[in-house]
C-alpha cells in the first residue's frame, strides 16, 4: 500500500510578478485558508491509520479510534460515560457501542425533531481570510460532494456586512418606483402567489480568482468552491410585476437587501420578466439565514452578487443605478484599458472533482473520472473528458436531469495504466458554446492590462489536473 | 375571484412565451390581479427608498462644505481608510485616491479618483454602508461633507466647494467613459 501524500505546503512564489495589492491580497489570502485546511488535515493523518488510498477520512478513523478507547476505558470503570463536545459542525458527538446489534440506540426524535449529520462526517466550508469576519467568502467542498444538490449548510457564501438576523414577521418587501400601484408585501403575502421551484446553481463571479495565470492552489474546494446548487422555491417576480402594472419606458429594477451593506443591483427588466423569482425556500425548507432568510432575489444564470439576499426592496426605473457593486465591484478591466459592465451571465463551465487536488490514487486500474458542469445560458449538452492532456477528448456520460442553469453531474470511466496523467474536462452547453482554455479567454480579455496577471470575474476556463506516477493529484490548470 | 393565469417560467427561452401568455391574457380577462399585500405610504417608501443615480435623481436636502468633510473624516473614516486616504490593509480599507490614469495598465490602482464612473455612487454608497463599524448612521448633511471632502483630495472639485443636491450631480468624474457593455461571448469556439 501506498503511503498517502503529505500536504505539500509550498506555494509558487509571486515576486516576479507584478501583481496589483488588491489581486495580491485576496490570492494570499486563499493560499492561507486552504493551508490552514491542509495543514489541519495532515496534522490528523499523522496519528491515523488510514493514511492509505484516495479519500483519506482521518476524523472517521481517529474519532472511532478515541471513541472506542473512551467506551473501554468507560466499561473498566475508569471513565465516567458523558457525550464529548468535540462533534463537527452540524454534527453531535454520540458514544460508539463496540456493536450496534448489542446495544438499544439512541431514542427517537431525541433530537428535537430536526436531524443532524454524522459525527464521523467533518466537511465544512472555508473561510476567506478577509480582514472583517463580516465582509468574507466561504467556499464549498466540491471534492466530497455526490450529485448534483448542495446541502444547505454547505452553499457557498458571500457577505459583505455579515448576516443579517431578521425576524420574518416584521419583514417586508416593497415595491415601487415606475410602476401603477406600488406594494408592500409581507412574506406572508408573497407565499400566497402561486409559487415555483427550481433547481438552479449559483456561481460567485470571482470563482477561479486565483488561476487566471497559473496554478496555484490545491484543492477543487479552493479553485471551483464558490458554486453550488439548491432547489429554490419562491414566487416569479413577473407576477409580482403584473401585480403593480410596470409603466411603459421601465428598463432596470433595482434590487436592495436588508442587511448592514444594504447590498445593491441593477437588473435588466427583461430579466425580472423572464425567470426571475423571489425565493423563501430552499432544497425543501425555509432559506438558510446565511442564503438570504427570509426571501432572496434568485436571477438564475446570473452572477451570485446580483441574486440580492435579505430582499426588502425593488425599485422600478428607466436606467441602472450604478451601485458600488456594478461600478467599483464586479467589473473586468481589459485589454484596451476599458472596464466591462453588467457582465451577467455565468458561462458554460465544468471541473472534475473526482480525482482532484490532493487526492492520492492507490495505485493502476479502474477509477470512475466524476464531476460538475454547469451553464447560465442553459441545460448541458455534452461534456467531454481528456486523460492525455486535451489531445483526445471523449464524451462523459451525464447524470440525469439534466436542467436548465443548474450542475450536472458527469462520469466518465478510466482504466489508469499508472503513467503520469493529465486530465481535463469541458463543457458544450446548449446553445452550441464550449467552454475554452483560459489561454483564449486571455487572449481575447487581455489580463487587466497585465502580462502575467488577470482581472479578476468571469474565468470559466478549462480547468486540469495532473496525475502523478505515484498517484498524486495536482492542479494543472493552463496545462490545457 | 381570480381568473388572471399565471405561468410559472421555465428559463428564459420558455419564459418569453409564458410572458405572451400571461399578457395576453391579462389583456383578454382585464386588469385583475391577486391584490395581496397593501399600498406602502409615501413615508414608508421613503425610509427606504434611499438611492442616488448619475442624473441626480434620489440626492436628499442638505449639503457640506470639504472643510466640514475634513473633520467627519476624521472621526468616522480615517481609521480604515488612512489619514490620507492611502487605505489601511490591515482595517480592510480601500485606498480612495490615487491611481489616476492607472487603470489597464500594470499599476493599475482602483479607487474613487480612478476608476469610480459617477460621483453618485459614492454618496449612495456611504449613506447606506459606511461607516462599516455604524452603518447608514450618518446624517446627509455629513455625507455631502465628507463627500466633497474625498472628491476634493481627489483633485475632482475645489477646495471651497460645496456639495448638495444640485453640485453633486454635476460632478464629473475622471473614469467616466471608462466602461463598455459586456460583449461575451467572447471566445468563438461554437459546435
Sequence with gaps: ?480 | MIKKLTVPSRGATVAAGALVVTLSFAAVAGAETFGFGTTPTEQEIAAVDIDVMPDGRGYPEGSGTVAQGKEVYASKCAACHGENMEGVKEAGGAALIGGRGSIGTPKTKKTVESYWPYASTLFDYVKRAMPFNEPGSMSNDEIYAVSAYILHKAKIIDANATMNAETMGKVEMPNKDGFIPDPRPDVFNYR
Design chain 1, 1 to 480: 500500500m501506498t503511503k498517502a501524500k503529505n500536504p505539500d505546503l509550498t506555494y509558487p512564489d509571486l515576486s516576479n510578478y507584478e501583481i496589483p495589492e488588491d489581486k495580491l491580497a485576496q490570492i494570499e489570502g486563499m493560499r492561507d485558508a486552504e493551508k490552514r485546511a491542509l495543514m489541519a488535515r495532515k496534522a490528523e493523518l499523522e496519528e491515523c491509520e488510514c493514511r492509505e488510498g484516495m479519500f483519506p477520512n482521518p476524523m472517521a478513523s481517529r474519532r472511532s479510534f478515541f471513541a472506542g478507547a473512551a467506551a473501554a476505558a468507560a466499561a473498566a470503570g475508569s471513565l465516567p460515560m458523558v457525550a464529548r463536545a468535540a462533534a463537527p459542525p452540524g454534527a453531535k458527538e454520540f458514544e460508539v457501542p463496540s456493536d450496534p446489534t448489542k446495544v438499544q440506540g439512541r431514542l427517537t426524535n431525541d433530537d428535537g425533531g430536526y436531524g443532524s449529520r454524522s459525527q464521523f462526517e467533518d466537511e465544512v466550508r472555508w473561510r476567506f481570510p478577509t480582514k472583517t469576519k463580516e465582509s468574507s467568502w466561504t467556499m464549498t467542498p466540491l471534492a466530497a460532494g455526490m450529485g448534483m444538490i448542495t446541502p444547505s449548510g454547505l452553499h457557498f457564501e458571500r457577505h459583505h456586512g455579515g448576516i443579517p438576523t431578521i425576524n420574518p414577521a416584521s419583514h417586508s418587501l416593497i415595491v415601487h418606483g415606475m410602476c401603477d400601484k406600488p406594494k408592500k408585501y409581507s412574506v406572508a403575502d408573497l407565499k400566497r402567489f402561486p409559487s415555483d421551484s427550481r433547481i438552479n446553481f449559483i456561481e460567485c463571479s470571482g470563482n477561479g480568482l486565483t488561476e487566471f495565470k497559473a496554478p496555484y492552489l490545491k484543492t477543487v474546494q479552493g479553485t471551483h468552491g464558490l458554486t453550488s446548487t439548491s432547489e429554490w422555491t419562491g414566487v416569479p417576480l413577473s407576477t409580482i410585476l403584473d401585480e403593480v402594472g410596470v409603466k411603459p419606458g421601465a428598463a432596470w429594477i433595482l434590487a436592495e437587501g436588508a442587511d448592514a451593506a444594504v447590498m445593491t443591483r441593477s437588473v435588466p427588466i427583461d430579466k425580472a420578466w423572464s425567470d426571475a423569482m423571489i425565493a423563501y425556500g430552499q432544497n425543501g425548507e425555509a432559506l438558510r439565514p446565511e442564503q438570504g432568510y427570509p426571501i432572496r432575489l434568485m436571477l438564475p444564470g446570473y452572477e451570485g452578487n446580483t441574486h440580492i439576499k435579505w430582499l426588502r426592496r425593488l425599485e422600478i426605473s428607466d436606467k441602472p443605478f450604478q451601485t458600488r457593486e456594478e461600478t467599483s465591484k464586479y467589473t473586468d478591466v481589459v485589454k484596451d484599458g476599458k472596464a466591462r459592465q453588467f457582465s451577467f451571465t455565468m458561462e458554460a463551465k465544468s471541473v472534475i472533482t473526482f480525482p482532484s487536488g490532493e487526492m492520492k490514487l492507490p495505485g493502476p486500474g479502474f477509477y470512475e473520472i466524476t464531476g460538475l458542469a454547469w451553464s447560465g445560458r442553459g441545460r448541458v449538452k455534452d461534456v467531454e473528458v481528456s486523460t492525455d492532456g486535451g489531445k483526445t477528448w471523449h464524451l462523459a456520460s451525464l447524470q440525469g436531469p439534466i436542467l436548465p442553469i443548474c450542475h450536472t453531474r458527469f462520469r466518465f470511466p478510466w482504466m489508469w495504466d499508472g503513467n503520469p496523467a493529465l486530465i481535463a474536462s469541458r463543457c458544450i452547453d446548449e446553445t452550441g458554446y464550449m467552454q475554452p482554455t483560459i489561454a483564449s479567454i486571455n487572449e481575447v480579455r487581455g489580463v487587466n492590462g497585465h502580462p502575467k496577471f488577470a482581472s479578476i470575474y468571469h474565468l470559466n476556463g478549462i480547468m486540469a489536473w495532473a496525475i502523478g506516477a505515484d498517484g498524486s493529484v495536482v492542479n494543472a490548470v493552463h496545462k490545457v
